[in-house]
């Protein structure tokens, strides 16, 4: 089963530039959230939604949006990118967002480098 | 804030039981603790939660101590697969998703 599917795996970017990562989930999971990992600082939440419709702001929101049209799909965008928004994004599905019991299912993750 | 502390790095010997520690001595009463694991250049992977009463699964048990502001995560027979960073983590009712910044277990054959 593909369960959370992140595109792209890595990507080398130019500062300014506009980059938007794709988050795909098939298990119809209603909440999905973005995390940024960095050395030392563990991950982080930038974004989540609790339902298709909805987002809400996370730990450090600020450089990024994300939308939810769907229940299955998750963009995460950069619009002007810097080079502290270097790091290893990760998308996260769980079934019932508000349900603080529910596990989070992670994609493998995609490697940013903002030059 | 409520946060979460743990060892930066930790070894245990292979075949032998593990206890990964966390503190977190601002929960509050509904704030549940998870344990996730992530392997080299994998997305982290759920290992177990629990709220208030220790909890065991098919990885691993958490021993929740009764004031709960700490827990440990115990893996009963250690492999070379479960080297990785261990996470603690607290989910907060605002929505909020604390992370610590992990041990890193090291197994040793």
């Known amino acids: 089963t593909a369960g959370i599917t992140q595109a792209p795996t890595s990507q080398i970017l130019a500062a300014g530039r506009s980059m938007t990562l794709r988050c795909t989930q098939d298990m119809r999971h209603n909440a999905m959230y973005w995390y940024r990992q960095d050395l030392g600082l563990g991950l982080r939440l930038i974004h989540y939604s609790n339902t298709a419709g909805t987002t809400g702001k996370g730990e450090v929101p600020d450089g990024y949006s994300v939308s939810r049209a769907n229940t299955d799909d998750f963009p995460l965008t950069l619009a002007s990118a810097v080079p502290s928004q270097t790091s290893v994004y990760f998308c996260a599905s769980s079934e019932f967002g508000q349900d603080r019991a529910q596990p989070q299912h992670f994609g493998d993750g995609t490697r940013l480098s903002i030059l | 804030d409520a946060k979460t502390t743990q060892p930066n790095s930790m070894e245990s010997n292979e075949e032998e039981p593990v206890h990964l520690p966390c503190n977190h001595s601002t929960i509050s009463g509904t704030d549940y603790i998870h344990w996730y694991r992530q392997l080299p250049s994998q997305g982290p992977e759920y290992v177990i939660h629990?709220?208030?009463s220790n909890v065991n699964n098919r990885m691993a048990s958490l021993a929740i101590a009764e004031d709960r502001k700490s827990s440990t995560l115990i893996l009963h027979r250690a492999t070379l697969r479960d080297a990785a960073v261990y996470y603690c983590i607290l989910r907060l009712r605002d929505d909020k998703i604390i992370f610590g910044k992990g041990t890193r277990l090291h197994i040793l054959p």
């Open positions: 629990g709220l208030t």
